[in-house]
């Protein structure tokens, strides 16, 4: 793949960084309920000027942007340390999964407000005992008339207690082998039936919650991609979750690297050693920035695949591996730097480090990306 820019690559990168330079929101204010508040406004803000979704098609309120314009925008927000936009699983994935799968009145309902951030979406794929093999979920959804009464158990629903909508797959047919049987639903969050039980991470915060759903109600309308279809509408949402997100993260990795290394410099040990000065911290230094420089030659890589397939293919697996396995590294090694002081838990490197743990957990393990390396980009024998 070719990396410059083209003129017109430059010429988009060069109008969202001043667009950014004077419209930058500042800092993030402390809280759940405040934070989110901030996110929302920002993204509301990013849509009033056409920056939400711009490589979603234009009739859909998108900017109808390329790829290679998607990834240096997200690569931009980064740089220019912008906040988190309120929406990311409806803009990531849920947008991304209605207009591949959805019909034309569910892209015409469901897409304005994820741009818009007037409706949150969340994912409810894992259940206390589906998460990796998630094909096996056992949430129950039965027809009634032209409704669905669904019943059953979610977990680790990121955002749950802000989202209107849920991208919930359920079990339609239970004698169908089990990839068969499944549908994907759009569950409104905003009934009686729908309770949301904050879990409190070991960062401190509460990102994800439990969701018990007992008798909800969903009209067949709000299924999307057909009835019996829901793995494959599902393995779409996964794929744009660990390739679209690819490229912001990559570069968040390099700001990091560079903080670290600012933190290497400027921290002594109790034998009086700069940390930068110490040959075993310049050699992990040296490894982390070689490691990072492939993690974004491979999300230019990964670019290319769907460029050329038109969809997220399963490489998108090996960045997300990559990035949990590099981004761990890097927080492990600041706190090796920071030494008795990495117990502070006021410390921003002690957040990150506690925080990076999930990495290799989220979206998919990294047992199970390995899995899909092997067996789909390798072309190995299949594990079962
Ligand atoms: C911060 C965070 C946010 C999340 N947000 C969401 C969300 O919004 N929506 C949602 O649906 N889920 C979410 N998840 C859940 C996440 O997708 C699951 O935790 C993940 O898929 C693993 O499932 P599990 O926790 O049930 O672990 P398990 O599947 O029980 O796995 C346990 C261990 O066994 C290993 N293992 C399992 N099967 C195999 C195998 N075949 N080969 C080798 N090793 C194997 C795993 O790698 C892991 O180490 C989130 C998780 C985190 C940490």
């Known amino acids: 793949m070719d990396l410059t820019l083209s003129q017109a690559e430059e010429a988009f ?19 759940d309920e405040a934070a989110f508040e901030f996110r929302r406004e920002w993204q509301r803000k990013l849509h009033g000027a056409g920056w939400a979704g711009v490589s979603w098609p234009k009739e859909y309120g998108g900017r109808g942007a390329t790829l290679v314009e998607q990834a240096i925008f997200n690569e931009e927000l ?16 849920g947008g991304p999964t209605v207009i591949a799968h959805g019909t034309e009145e569910q892209r015409k309902r469901y897409l304005p407000p994820i741009l818009s951030a007037q409706e949150i979406w969340c994912q409810g794929f894992s259940e206390p005992d589906s998460g990796s093999d998630l094909a096996s979920l056992k949430t129950r959804a039965v027809r009634h008339g032209d409704q669905w009464v669904v019943s059953g158990q979610k977990v680790w629903t990121t955002f749950a207690h802000h989202a209107k909508w ?69 393995i779409t949402t996964l794929m744009h979750e660990r390739s ?85 590294s890097l927080t492990e090694l600041a706190m090796d730097i920071a030494g008795p002081y ?13 925080r990076a743990r999930a990495n290799s957990i989220e979206g998919g393990t990294t047992e199970i990306l390995k899995n899909i390396v092997a067996e789909r980009v390798l072309g190995l024998p299949r594990m079962r």
């Not at 980064?78 to 994935?93: F, S």
């Not at 969701?211 to 793995?231: Q, Y």
């Open 13 to 31: 990168r060069d109008e969202l960084r001043s667009w950014l330079g004077e419209n930058h929101p500042g800092h993030e204010p402390a809280g």
């Open 342 to 354: 990495a117990m502070s838990a006021e410390d921003r490197w002690t957040y990150r480090f506690l």
């Open 78 to 93: 980064v740089r220019a340390r912008a906040p988190q936009v309120a929406n990311v699983l409806g803009l990531a994935m």
């Open 244 to 328: 679209t997100l690819a490229f912001g993260l990559q570069v968040g990795v390099q700001i990091a690297l560079g903080e670290l290394i600012e933190h290497a410099r400027q921290t002594r040990a109790q034998d009086g050693i700069v940390a930068s000065d110490d040959p075993v911290v310049r050699q992990r230094l040296a490894q982390l920035l070689i490691e990072s420089e492939i993690l974004r030659l491979n999300a230019y890589r990964g670019l290319s695949a769907i460029m050329r397939g038109g969809v997220p293919g399963p490489e998108g697996s090996l960045g997300k591996w990559h990035w949990s396995e590099v981004n761990q």
């Open 166 to 234: 849920c991208m919930l797959v359920a079990r339609t047919d239970p004698d169908a082998p089990k990839h068969k049987g499944l549908t994907y639903f759009l569950m409104d969050m905003e009934q009686d039936a729908v309770h949301v039980r904050p879990l409190r991470q070991i960062t401190g915060e509460a990102e994800f919650n439990e969701l018990f759903i007992e008798e909800a109600r969903i009209p067949d309308e709000n299924i999307i991609g057909g009835e019996g279809n829901g793995w494959a509408v599902a």
